[in-house]
């Protein structure tokens, strides 16, 4: 991806530590993502998953341990770490006073996009999103699915050899939620990586070939679906009953259990 020698695991975590005060939100994980791999992180709430996300975004700063992104240490060098890397939030923040166009041109300048790269990708994504009529609108006029959408835009535009994702369907449209998809495996077949944190389970083990569950800020499992059936020795199960299964939650199979049994 952009004709870049890039290095074999495309983000390496080790030893990763962040605590708010006498709590450790995240307690020590470490993982890699490959090239060519889209990886799921997946918790219950308050797991450490966007406490995660925001530490490879270089929105926090760990207490302990390091982060690499595509070969460069993002305490050492992050403007590098994010020129090659895109993020896309669960809560986009937008200039809402800039045109669709505006905000896209204002990311291209601030990851020194080509013009030609510009002008090949910007109209494609536009058109795939139903955002072609919208782009010299207003941002404060556009819904939240035309945000999530045009944060879409604004990253696949650049390619980026990794893309830092959370919850990316919140808000879409079930066709522009198809497109993410095939845009993500699309990403992926080229020799990309994606870091996705979602609680879609159905997402993750669609699109997922490695996923790791997060417990209490902790890496509970990790491996693909073959090895966290074993680790939850639910051979057939899908990824919803092993998920359950491996956090533990017992109390929801009594409520679910309850449930079933009212009158």
């Known amino acids: 991806m952009n004709g ?8 390496i975590i080790e030893n990763l530590v962040k605590k708010y005060g006498t709590f450790t939100a995240v ?24 406490t995660t996300i925001k530490l490879l975004a270089g929105l926090l700063k760990p207490n302990a341990g390091s982060i690499i992104i595509n070969g460069y240490n993002l305490a050492e060098d992050p ?23 505006e905000f896209l041109k204002f990311i291209a300048s601030l990851y ?12 494609r994504f536009l058109d795939l999103f139903d955002l072609a009529d919208w782009q010299d609108h207003l941002i404060e006029s556009y819904s939240h699915g035309m945000r999530q959408k045009l944060i879409m835009t604004s990253v696949f535009m650049l390619e980026t050899p990794t893309i830092i994702v959370d919850e990316p369907m919140v808000g879409l449209d079930p066709k522009s ?11 992926a077949r080229t020799g990309g990586s994606i870091f996705l944190s979602t609680h879609s389970l ?15 800020g902790r890496i509970k499992a990790l491996g693909d679906m073959e090895s966290l059936r074993q680790e939850a020795s639910l051979e057939t199960s899908d990824l919803e009953e092993v998920f359950l299964e ?8 009594e409520v679910i259990s309850a449930l079933k049994n009212m009158d």
């Open 4 to 11: 870049e020698k890039l290095p074999e695991a495309r983000i």
């Open 27 to 50: 307690d020590n994980i470490s993982l890699k993502v490959q090239p060519g791999q889209i990886f799921g992180f997946l918790g219950p709430n308050g797991a450490g998953k966007t």
């Open 79 to 101: 403007v590098n770490c994010k020129l090659h890397t895109g993020h896309i939030p669960d809560r986009p923040f937008l200039y809402e006073k800039l045109t669709g166009n």
């Open 112 to 123: 020194s996009l080509s013009p030609e790269k510009y002008e090949k990708n910007v109209p």
């Open 177 to 187: 939620a198809r497109i993410v998809k095939e845009l993500f495996k699309n990403h």
């Open 202 to 216: 159905e997402i993750a083990e669609e699109l997922c070939g490695q996923i790791a569950i997060i417990l209490r």
């Open 246 to 253: 491996l956090t533990e939650t017992e109390e929801l199979t």
